[in-house]
């Protein structure tokens, strides 16, 4: 899976290997719609929009969103999700970087937070999670 930061551009493979199962476990809960606590973060919570193809969430810091981050499992669920992640991204900063090929989880930052420091292995663990939510 690739993992690409739409801010900067930056990606990088993701490899199933970097996310342990009892993690994947977890995550399956925060992929569901709704407003979710995130407990081990400490503050943070992630709000979940019910989407028809794809899925996005965005991660909040004092109800402030920082991050949205977007999973397509295939193209289909890109043609969803991309549109979705570069107007969000937009309304910050231009995108400047092209949609990789599917598999893919991709981040749109939206304000400084030092949950940068965990943010990017958040959304690997929630994207296998929806990659093997089957």
Known sequence: MIHLTLLTGDS???PRAEVA????DYMRGLLLPGEHDLPVMGGYRLVVPTCPCGWLGTVQQDRVPIATIGVAANEAEADAIWPALVKVQQAVAQVTC???PSPWV???LLASSPAFDWLGDFGRCIAWAWMERI
Request: some cysteine.
């Open 21 to 24: 199962d009892h993690v994947i």
């Open 106 to 108: 991709c981040a749109a």
């Open 12 to 14: 990088r493979e993701s």
């Open 98 to 100: 092209q949609r990789p």
